[in-house]
């Protein structure tokens, strides 16, 4: 590895701009170094499936010349020369592929005609993407094994997932390959990732983060990003937040920006502690032990930490009146994909459990899907009365269990949804702050015996990742990870 790769690869995104800003290095130096990290170390891990090279070299040249001419308004973009990934998954480039982790997608390697509005903010933060990152097919897993790609492995250690379904982002940056990457998160794909591979994964509140031109905001899913360090993910918070045109749900705006908050003082907060299954279901003794130690840090900051959660979170009755939607929107992503290519996608082209779900959304009624709406809106209600009640944040694991080794997901002959059986099992601290809008951030505080990461996750009242950074911040400075790297 070259002296400047080698140099380079754990800085975060914020040191890296300092260089390209400073002229230490250039910006094409820079994507020079992320290239050569990314073929030397992705072999083992499948983490990045499209390499664009010589379009972020251009990039990067122009940003040097820019400089050079002493441009007063390039040097203001927060991430200037950065390199960066893109999730395959619904984000749009302009001239660049886009599968979705589908192998029909894959094999016609539709070209997007317009940029999400995100990947025009990422751009224009001075964020260069040098490619995407693997997904499995519709995002629809918490393991990153598409059968179009093969399985993204954990840097970690390679038997185990890096998680989904923005595995390969996360798998990218911590093995040093990027600073930070594209993630989204419909039901913990951003937190998922992160707390399999010790890194820090924001997901926001509902609405924070437009996701037009050509999706809602009014669902589960937002998108953003995995980083190294706190201060990344508010800076490019700062960056990339806000409304679109047309959009319909949107957070309320930020006092101050949210990089202010990484030297706030939040004050003594009332914390509420889950070191359990909220619905009696076994969970991992090295998770326990992630989120009691966390505790104990959040005590030893001058906060409060009690045993407390929302009992909304102990209704069993919530994923069936929800299955509706879900199997629903996976139709219209199946749907969506063969409008990318000109044509329906048959059985034998799409993954038997996202084909399952599609076909089970066929026998959906229009007063069950309302019903589903219905279930939503409820459970939102109930879940953030808790914060209307009085306290802070809620910390809980993030996961059920340490990182799952490849496979553990996988289909059984006859059995096509054991792999969302075995989601369910690996996953339930997650998808409820989707359905509740609220934002929750995995921090990467303990590893286990075995080297691997366990985080644990961070959730606060609708709209205020403000605080969650806040604490975020605290930890990161009473507990530093960034100098835990995978061997």
């Given amino acids: ?72 308004g390039v040097d203001t973009a927060p991430f200037l020369g950065v390199p960066f990934l893109l999730k395959d998954l619904y984000a749009h480039d302009t001239g660049t592929p ?62 185990h997932s890096p998680g989904g379904s923005s595995g390969g982002a996360a798998a990218a940056v911590a093995a040093g390959m990027v600073p930070i990457a594209n993630a989204s998160d419909g039901g913990g794909s951003i937190r998922i990732p992160a707390s399999c591979c010790g890194l820090v994964g924001l997901k926001p509140s509902q609405g924070r983060i437009t996701l037009g031109p050509e999706r809602t905001e009014n669902g589960l899913s937002v998108a953003f990003c995995v980083s190294r360090s706190v201060r990344d993910t508010a800076r490019l918070l700062d960056a990339v937040h806000g409304p679109g045109v047309g959009d319909t749900v949107i957070a309320p705006a930020p006092l101050r920006p949210f990089a202010d908050e990484l030297a706030g003082e ?71 994909m063969g409008a990318m290519i000109g044509r329906e996608l048959t059985e034998d082209e799409v993954e038997p459990v996202n084909w399952a779900q599609a076909e089970f959304a066929k026998l959906v009624t229009g007063p069950q899907y309302a019903d589903a709406l219905a279930a939503v809106a409820q459970y939102r209600r109930e879940m953030q009365q808790w914060w209307a009640d009085g306290w802070d944040l809620l910390l809980t694991p993030t996961l059920a269990e340490p990182p799952v080794r490849i496979g553990e997901h996988g289909h059984v002959d006859g059995d096509v949804v054991a792999p969302l059986r075995r989601a369910g099992e690996w996953v339930p601290f997650t998808p409820p702050f989707n359905a509740s809008g609220q934002p929750g951030i995995s921090l990467p505080l303990h590893w286990n015996d075995d080297g691997l990461p366990i985080g644990v996750q961070l ?21 530093p990870w960034a100098d835990r790297h995978p061997t």
């Fill in 98 to 159: 886009l599968t979705q982790g589908n192998q029909a997608l894959r094999n016609a390697q539709p070209v997007s005609t317009f940029d999400s509005t995100l990947v025009a903010r990422f751009r224009d933060a001075g964020l260069i993407n040098l490619g995407r990152t693997s997904s499995p097919e519709l995002g629809s897993l918490p393991v990153t094994e598409p059968v179009a790609f093969g399985p993204t492995r954990n840097p970690w250690n390679t038997d």
């Fill in 459 to 479: 959730v606060g009242a609708y709209g205020r990742e403000d605080l969650l950074i806040s604490v975020a911040a605290q930890l990161e400075a009473a507990h």
């Fill in 1 to 72: 590895m070259s002296e400047i790769a080698d140099r380079t690869r754990w800085m975060d995104a914020t040191e890296q701009a300092e260089m390209v800003t400073s002229k230490e290095i250039s910006a094409r130096e820079m994507v020079d170094a992320a290239a050569e990290r990314i073929d030397q170390l992705d072999g083992p891990l499948n983490a990045v499936n499209m390499k664009w090279y010589d379009r972020a070299a251009g990039e990067a040249a122009a940003i040097d010349e820019a400089l050079a001419g002493g441009d007063d």
């Fill in 266 to 336: 939040p004050g003594r907060l009332r914390i509420g502690l889950l070191d359990m299954h909220p619905q009696g279901n076994p969970i991992s003794t090295d998770v326990v032990d992630a989120v009691r130690a966390a505790g104990s840090m959040l005590e030893n900051l001058g906060h409060d930490v009690e045993p407390g959660y929302p009992t909304v979170l102990e209704d069993r009755t919530f994923t069936d009146r929800f299955s509706a939607m879900w199997a629903t929107n996976m139709a219209l992503g199946i749907e969506g």
